[in-house]
């Protein structure tokens, strides 16, 4: 039972555009959303988070908005750069536990 | 501000055999998270340790294993080995009041024949 779902495993953007990587939640009780950005051969590394009580938190190119009625967020980067091709993880926890879910990951390509 | 740090980097071991991966935390982070991750999947919790006591586990069976030593560092032991227990393990560190930003180190790959 996946509890937080990125249903696209690879996604493509010309360098410049925006990239938006979505993820879904099932748990009503996750109140903490955070995404990680990882790549090969290094460990994930935190890249921006959204508590319940916000629907938008913003930090330099990247922005994260969170539609709890529809149980779904995503990740808004602009523009994109080469050094954002990594593979992007969405993560939830539930009254401030230190339990994280995951989500399987999207790859992100910038294409030059 | 030394990151965190796990050892060993690649690990080959076989069925039945029992392993013991190691993690240093980041400076002033007194917490300190076990992931593991299998390809194509994300991290999945096994346990998190505060003050040398297990703070909380996930769905891992008890031969799945930890330590945690008065200077913050930890130990993931397994005893038994699997082949499914093949997989990335990551270790991660946080201050207790900030529990979810947690920092990563760069992972264990544990290859079980």
């Known amino acids: 039972d996946q509890q937080v779902k990125q249903n696209s495993p690879s996604l493509s953007v010309q360098e410049g555009r925006i990239s938006i990587l979505n993820c879904d939640y099932t748990?009503?009780?996750?109140?903490?959303f955070l995404w990680y950005k990882k790549y090969p051969a290094e460990g994930p590394t935190f890249l921006i988070s959204?508590?319940?009580i916000k629907d938008k938190n913003e930090d330099g190119r990247f922005t994260v908005f969170l539609n709890k009625s529809a149980k779904h967020l995503s990740l808004h980067i602009v523009p994109s750069q080469p050094g954002d091709s990594a593979v992007y993880f969405c993560?939830?926890?539930?009254?401030?536990?230190?339990?994280?879910?995951w989500g399987a990951g999207t790859k992100l390509i910038i294409k030059p | 501000e030394t990151g965190v740090t796990q050892s060993p980097t690649h690990l080959i071991k076989t069925r039945g055999q029992q392993v013991t991966l190691r993690c240093s935390s980041q400076?002033?982070?007194?917490?300190v998270s076990w992931y593991q991750q299998a390809l194509g999947q994300g991290p999945q919790f096994i346990f998190q340790?505060?003050?040398?006591?297990?703070?909380g586990r996930g769905n891992f069976p008890p031969r799945f294993s930890g330590l945690q030593f008065p200077n913050y560092s930890s130990e993931l032991n397994v005893n038994a080995l699997e082949l499914d227990d093949s997989a990335l393990y990551l270790c991660?560190?946080?201050?207790?009041?900030?529990?979810?930003?947690?920092?990563f180190g760069p992972g264990t790959r544990l290859t079980v024949l």
């Open positions: 959204i508590s319940s």
């Open positions: 340790y505060y003050r040398e006591e297990e703070n």
């Open positions: 400076s002033g982070h007194n917490t």
């Open positions: 993560a939830a926890s539930a009254n401030s536990n230190y339990q994280l879910i």
């Open positions: 991660a560190s946080s201050p207790i009041d900030r529990n979810n930003e947690q920092f």
């Open positions: 748990n009503s009780m996750f109140d903490y």
